[in-house]
């Protein structure tokens, strides 16, 4: 099959007015907003040199952080706010999504609006503001007739600098629960699907050198004193503007929205109850990649309506416990709890997705390891790598403890990219999932856990406050609850790791759905 | 003298830190007098100019512009009414020549039409073309048609005095002459009073009704061509011996220009 004829390129594409217009109208809301609190603050500042670098050096600072963080930092942010306007004001707002990216991506746009600003303004020539005061303007007829005009050509090079990058760092919006095209980029990453992933990509790429090229164009026209490019320059951004922005409006309102985090499996389960729901004629969406601390305070604020989370993760993360109890005990400890914040478990899946420590079937057999303390003999002379959040959770200092466990080495990976790492020996150990699909693909064996130092990890779903009594979306699910057993799991896992039509989770899910809808 | 003085400086000083710009200095311009300013760099000559429009506020003394003190006018208004010629065109580079010429008019609120009107009838006060000029940007002119342009725009809100900062200054030796000309006969026809400022004795005397020597911040002496050469002041006399050696010199390499 040829690259082009893959069909994912038709899905991708079928995604793209919805991405593209998301993505569009955040990075202008953003753009917007950070032009009108910089423009002022350079025009303000311009002759005042003390505030003026507190200004530039605040801008920088921002700057260096990387914008992953800073878009991520805005969520915890705005919750806390809007949790004091609650109760201050008894209003509340959205935390989730579009305000927090946009409020982000705004600060970030803010360095170069404002230093090209200064610079354009206090580049401009004395003479001609010492002219500007000898014909008679006053100091405000000054600036917007002399000094604004003359300082346009640098200021517009800050914006068009500021457009590339908030349209660049938009796509890192997607785990705040802004759909943007970095929705392409998640879901690709995570799916092994490269043609989502290059789609993202070009889709981001090319907008950024549109709107580039087309602020160039007007720059250039200022720059030139040509009012017919310049002119030609807007016009194309304002038709750039009105093409994503129109397909997106009139939209009819989305229903219940089913959340996702940031890998394979819950893109799977996500497209599985999106289905389930639109079944039973209830109107569905979803809004995958979503951060894992996020996600939870979305279902809790009603950003999104329900989700699959698994025991151990809430337990830990969401109740803050670090002791380990057995499954069924945990499990009703952890529904009362989540029942105080008016949040419904509506029951298990009927698979674990826990952590386990996994290496190659061959190379276990060798040492002679069957279990993690079989491996804490050895772990000396062996390296771990792990995902991003696996060494600094409560299981791992649990495993530690309980085996005395102590690696040579170990590293931080991409969860996709462990399973081929552990496979080609380029580490030794991995703490893989349980249920996924490439321990059977890479001919992997997860260790046993004699101690039960690692929670129990049940896949649970669970349904936001404002849904609790909500007898017709239970009712929808139900006849999911108990029925994914961990193998049928593995299976959907490693269909949707695969890298062909059949890989995508809307596929995956319906094979899904084949298989479990008649048990 | 005339009952009232176009312009008078009495007792006037301003100091930038240390340095006296304008030391205590009494001056009084009439009105339809054409006077020069003479001076080296950092006499204080361009400081005293613009003492009179308040584009430098004064530390000591009085100045009255028309009878008025200008500490009890409106700034903005003042400067309105005040023609201004800058040093080499002072253009704002984004407009046109026409916005250059009309935006005293437009500050002032006049209707467009009125302005358009203006702005043509001065386009051919200073002698440039009309339709060749209007819609041109100053980076468009030569360094002449600028400074004819820049003088249109001092007069375009018919001011009554106009001030020149070394308007003349940039240019070349013949551009020089005839813009100095052009402007001296305008000055007279339009009954204006003129301060300009120059470095040049030459152009001071071939312009000026009345000539003032400043030298650090002080007026060394004043008056006509005739009274100055009567001064006794080493300095007055030294900046006189230019423009006579040039005399000299060219009438003994041009005999005939000198016969003519």
Redesign the interface.
Known sequence: MSLFSDPRWGEALAHLPDYLGNHVRVSLAALELGLAVSLPLAILTRSRPAPRAILLAIASIVQTVPGLALLALFYPLLLLAASVTLAWFGVSFSAFGFLPAMLALALYSMLPVLRNGITGLNGIDPALIEAAKGVGMTARQSLVMVELPLALPVMMAGIRTAAVWVIGTATLSTPIGQTSLGNYIFAGLQTQNWVFVLFGCFASALLALAVDQLLGLIEGGLRQRSRARTALGAAGIAALVAATLVPTMGRSSQGYVVGAKTFAEQYVLSALLRDRLQAAGLPATTRSGLGSSVIFGALKAGDIDLYVDYSGTLWANQLHRSDIKPRAELLTDLKASLAKDNITLLGELGFENAYALVLPKKRAEALGIRTIADLAAHASTLSIAGDYEFFSRPEWAALQKAYGLSFRAQRQMQPDFMYAAVASGEVDVIAGYTSDGLIAKYDLVALDDPKHAIPPYDAILLLAPKRAGDERLKAALQPLLGKIDIATMREANLRASGNDANSSPDAVAKWLWEKVGGR | MPSKPAISYAHVTKSFGLLKAVDGLSLDIAEGEFVAIVGGSGSGKTTLLRLA?R?IEAEGGTITVEGEDVQSVDP??L??RIG?V???G?????LSVADNIG??PK??GQPAADIAARVDELLELVQLDRDAHRSR?PEALSGGQRQRVGVA?ALA?RPRIVLMDEPFGALDPITRDALGDDYRSLHRKLGLTTVMITHDMTEAILLADRIAVMRSGQLLAQGTPTELSNSSDAYVLELLRTPRRQVERLNALLPQSGAA
């Open positions: 429009n584009l903005v208004a400067r309105r201004y800058f040093q080499s002072g253009l704002f580079p984004h935006i005293t500050l002032l940007l725009r809100a």
